[in-house]
């Protein structure tokens, strides 16, 4: 019985690490394909050959090198984040339907950006534009808030926080419509900034991202093992040793930054976190540490699919990436849901 344990725990190890890897092939046959078709091989080549400059390279390598490798890099952090997150959030609360954006860091993002573009704000500081600023700075002010509501809290409840931040959803959400309504003329690029998309990035952005990105995730891959007791209760919890007020603030902090990072990349980019997880779970089980490890290959791969359907599907036009998200992520959440429900009868 010992052995069938460890040797199913290796498979689902293993498992795991190949989900983590599926990604990178996937991310060669993105980069591959668009408006201009460049040959799998010659993609190789031009990967291995490095990028040396802009004045000496041809019109492929600076497509590969300039945008789309950002561009499906980013895809890939923002996918891993969101799925990762969204796992977190599903464990701290306890409720399936728990996503990144519950705790009003969306909103918080969404009023940063409408504040830089009605400031007109598009200086650029070490490469990051002032939309990409502004929304960061306004998603980590967000969660300040949470995360002062819970140094505040002796006792902290999972609903109370839950409620505190759809609340501060709801509130900064009326702010920007205030001033959306203020200022008509902005809301067009207001509203195609709330719609998500991964295009314009840079390399300057995403090496923004990853040192937090990284810490964040590794934080989060660290509170694995508290959050299987938190699942179970506080006071479950408590008895195994679980510090449940640090390991809570622990957990939504290292959330809070990676979905603050995520969001200031691609703008709100909904499902990911919401979709992702219940599928690891349906599939390989409720253990926090193996559900990360699959939902950070799953939500990067299917992240990476959604955007390059978002820009091959009417190219040489866009659609935005939080639509196609939707689109794709409501049916098969029904059908799970649906599907789970005939088993549980």
Excluded at 250 to 265: A, E, R, Y
């Amino acid at each position: 019985m010992k052995r069938d344990y460890f040797a199913a725990r290796r498979g689902k190890i293993f498992l795991a690490a190949l989900f983590l890897l599926l990604p990178l092939p996937a991310s060669l046959v993105y980069i591959s394909h668009g408006l201009i078709t460049i040959p799998f091989g010659e993609v190789l080549r031009i990967l291995a050959s490095g990028f040396v400059s802009a004045e000496t390279a041809t019109t492929q390598e600076l497509v590969i090198w300039l945008i789309r490798l950002p561009r499906v890099c980013a895809g890939t952090l923002v996918g891993a984040g969101l799925a990762i997150t969204g796992a977190a959030y599903q464990g701290i609360f306890r409720n399936r339907l728990a996503d990144p954006y519950m705790t009003g860091v969306s909103a918080g993002a969404t009023l940063g950006c409408t504040i830089a573009i009605l400031l007109g704000f598009d200086s650029s500081v070490f490469g990051l534009g002032g939309i990409t600023l502004f929304s960061f700075c306004g998603a980590l002010v967000t969660s300040l808030l949470i995360f002062t509501f819970i140094a505040a809290s002796r006792r902290v409840s999972h609903t109370a926080i839950l409620l505190t931040g759809i609340s501060i959803n709801l509130f900064l959400s009326g702010l920007v419509s205030l001033l959306m309504f203020l200022n008509r003329d902005k809301i067009e690029t207001i509203v195609l900034w709330t719609m998500g998309s991964l295009s314009g990035l840079n390399w300057q952005k995403i090496l923004f991202a990853l040192p937090l990105l990284c810490a964040g995730l590794t934080g989060l891959f660290f509170c694995a093992r508290p959050l299987d007791y938190l699942v179970l209760g506080s006071d479950i919890a408590r008895v195994h040793g679980i510090a449940v007020k640090r390991s809570t603030f622990l957990i939504i902090l290292f959330s809070s930054l990676v979905t603050s990072v995520c969001v200031s990349l691609s703008g709100i980019v909904g499902f990911v976190g919401l979709l992702i997880p219940n599928i690891v779970r349906l599939l390989f089980g409720s253990r926090s540490g193996l559900v990360f490890a699959f939902s950070c290959g799953l939500g990067a791969l299917f992240l990476q699919l959604a955007d390059f359907l978002a820009r091959t599907l009417l190219s040489p036009a866009e659609l935005p990436l939080g639509i196609l998200t939707s689109i794709i992520g409501v049916p098969f959440f029904i059908f799970l849901v649906l599907k789970k429900t005939e088993q549980s009868a």
